[in-house]
Structures are given as structure tokens and as C-alpha cells.
């Protein structure tokens, strides 16, 4: 089985990011977070993590440029129906933001027709995340019409890595290695479960 990763969004291409919106509000001290580019970066070590056991991955955008979603789907499905021996599951990586900057914690998405291996991947998930960040809000596992979700042709899920909004869970978790790290610690975790892999 082979796993695609989406790193939702734009990066960043000298200095200038790709995507408008999808960035944190500019912190008391300067700092801001680019969603895209958190993104990159946890999809990049994960990447690195998966290879590393001897995990097949396709990356969706090895780039910094920014996507339509249809030309993420589009690339996606090319690589599933060009391989019809191999079985596939996705991961897309994403963090959540909020209007109200008190919003708060993890959750990992998946379309309201999704298939069984969604849904128990998405369980995974949710329960390696409550475990490893105990005094976090965990939302668990909802329901949506993400348009990744819903257009890609094998199960598909979406992981929304806390909120970007939220100046403890952004400063604390996304801006540091260390909840990097765990983010993509926890991802390593579920796939290797998923897959049967120690
Ligand atoms: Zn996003």
C-alpha cells in the first residue's frame, strides 16, 4: 500500500507567500505562522519518517507553488488509476483556524461517504493524538464534504493539526520543532498501525 500526502496550500517562494488567508494573526512578538509552509514542513518530515521503514509515498505538490484543489485531485487520481495494482490511501495535513481566537484543538475529517478504511485510519489517529496531547481538545473524528475527501479516488482523510488562531496551540505546537515533531510522530504512528507495521 502506498500513502499520499497533501500539504494543504501554497508555500512560500522568495519571501512571498502563496496563498491568501490561511496564515496566522501576526503575535505580540512579530511572529506569524504560514499555514502552508507548517504544512510543507510536517509533510517534508513525515515524508522522510514513512521512507525511512520502507513506506511507499507520493507526494501530491513537492512544490511551494499553490494548487486548486481540482489539480490536486486531478494529479492524485492520475497517480492511482497509472498504478491500478497498487492500493492507496491519503493524508492531507492541514491546521484549523477560527475567527474566534479562543477556538481550539485537533480533529481529522473525513466524507460522509468515506470508506471503511477511512474511518478506522481517522479512529487511529484520533486516539494516538488524545494519547499523546492530553490537555488538548479533541474533536475526534467529523464528518465533511471536503472537496479532497469527496473527489479522490481511494480513502482519503484530513488531518486539522490544532488551530493556527489560537495563540497558545500556534506559538507552543506549530511554531516549535518539538510539536512538529509530535505532530508528525503521531502520523508516523497511526499509518504504521494502519498498515500493520511495527
Ligand atoms: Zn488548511
Redesign the pocket.
Known sequence: MKIILDA??GGMIDGVYQTSG?RSPIWDDGSQYF??VG?RQIVSKLTDELKKKGIEVFNANDSEKDMKLSERVSIINKEIKSNPDTEYIGISV????FHDVRANGWSVHVSPNSSVDSMVMAEMSSKKMKKEFPDHVMRGVKTDNFYILKNTICPFILT?NFFMTNEKECKEILMTKSGQDKIVKIHVDFICEFLGIE
Not at 94 to 97: E, Q, Y
Open positions: 494543504g496550500h490561511k499555514e502552508g504544512n492541514h491546521s484549523n483556524a486539522e
